[in-house]
């Protein structure tokens, strides 16, 4: 092949990667902006962070409606029950308190701008380890795939808080990564206050890394934060902690939004893999119990791994760091919103396409770039295999799946690491 084939090749390429992106980003707007009617996630902490102000019971579920219309939501929306009992601790709804300054209009709009240049940032830090330049395919295809992740869109259309958590986090992690310790900490306890299952598998890779600058800071930012929010709600009725038992007996019981018991469909937009447990051993205990085995035994292999290839001594191994971020969301409950976790395992995937693992990882990824349970159950196709065992295990559980494989991959990919790397030390 000539040189000028070559350099039509390359354009040709390049034009096609730049066409992905645009419908990406066309997508990205539509579904997470433009979208009218969006922001009930974001009702809820909204309208408890405005009672807080205002030292009244964040928890009480009377009035929830009354407050949020006079707050501006127009006065025709309604919300589902189970957004009108709050579960978000006093640390989150000190965190959101700002936003309570301005009418709902406006701070669901302020949210999503927070929401979206954080995620755009993040897309941006994320991109510039993969490829060389710009024009790079590996670095736009990643760009293309992370705008097109539909939990993401879903996420801040809804205004849920996990898109801003996750993001803070993240950032932590890029600022660790480069010694900016502070600033890593402070970032770190914002986004663990938003939403605290956010940080755990963050923490635990900031700890094997040696970052304890950054979890000080963290953890003094946290509990200063703690000890305002407890403050505030010193002046507050005490029968608010009656409520909030109230309200997380509701949440994970039968008819709440965070339960895998609930005859609901709306159970299969939950990651956690209590859902399809649940599915094949209907005893809640039993399936907590699998869930937490299952967990616990791939974050084991995680560790072992990871202290056994001495990845702790390097620069900071992504597919690893990708691993432990999802298995943190298998354990406990996770809404699908949570998924944009997996920027950290396309990074890896996208670096690193020469492997046959790396394809693997990034065919499982597509799994996310469709809402598939939510277009079966919206189209109805769900409805008579209701009681179809394999059917709300494999099918309606599909995104649960997904992860565990990918998972299972980047695991595989630790391992290989360790192997490499111990056949250098006997040579």
């Known amino acids: 092949m000539s040189m000028s084939q070559r350099l039509r090749a390359r354009r040709s390429r390049l034009a096609v990667f730049l066409m992905l992106i645009a419908l990406a980003g066309g997508e990205f707007t539509l579904r997470s902006v433009l979208r009218p009617n969006g922001g009930n996630d974001f009702a809820t902490p909204f309208v408890s962070a405005a009672r807080f102000l205002h030292r009244s019971n964040p928890y009480a579920a009377a009035g929830f409606i009354d407050d949020w219309h006079r707050a501006g939501a127009p006065a025709a929306r309604k919300i589902a029950e189970a957004g009108q009992y709050s579960i978000y601790p006093p640390v989150t709804l000190l965190v959101c308190a700002p936003f309570a300054f301005v009418s709902w209009g406006a701070a669901l709009a302020l949210y999503r701008f927070l929401a979206v240049a954080s995620y755009l940032a993040l897309i941006y ?209 996770q809404r699908n919103y949570n998924i944009a976790v997996v920027l950290f395992a396309l990074q890896w995937a996208f670096q690193s396409l020469h492997l046959p693992t790396a394809k693997a990882v990034l065919l499982l990824c597509g799994f996310f770039l469709f809402p598939g349970e939510a277009l079966i159950r919206n189209l109805g196709a769900s409805a008579s295999l209701r009681n179809n065992l394999w059917w709300n295990v494999l099918v309606m559980s599909q995104a649960t799946w997904a992860v565990v494989a990918i998972v299972c991959l980047l695991l595989c990919s630790q391992y290989n690491q360790r192997s490499r790397a111990a056949a250098m030390l006997r040579q």
């Open 125 to 333: 830090a994320l991109a510039r380890r993969i490829g060389n330049g710009w024009a790079s395919p590996m670095r736009l295809g990643f760009v293309a795939f992370a705008l097109a992740l539909t939990s993401v869109h879903a996420g801040i259309y809804q205004g849920n808080l996990s898109v801003l958590a996750f993001t803070l986090c993240a950032a932590a992690l890029l600022f660790a990564e480069r010694k900016h310790e502070t600033v890593a900490g402070v970032l770190l306890a914002l986004g663990c206050c938003l939403k605290p299952t956010s940080a755990p598998a963050i923490v635990l890779v900031l700890l094997l890394y040696g970052r304890r600058r950054t979890l000080f800071v963290a953890l003094s930012t946290g509990i200063a934060i703690a000890g305002a929010a407890l403050l505030q709600m010193a002046g507050v009725d005490p029968a608010w902690k009656l409520d909030y038992q109230d309200n997380l007996k509701f949440m994970f019981g039968p008819l709440g939004g965070a339960s895998f018991i609930t005859a609901s469909e709306g159970r299969f937009d939950l990651l956690n893999l209590q859902v399809p447990m649940y599915a094949m051993l209907p005893s809640a205990f039993a399936a907590n119990a699998a869930a937490w085995t299952i967990s616990a035994l791939l974050g084991g292999i995680w560790l072992y791994l990871f202290l056994a290839s001495g990845a702790g001594s390097r620069a900071w191994d992504w597919s690893a760091i990708g691993a432990i971020s999802l298995i943190g969301l298998l354990p406990v409950y």
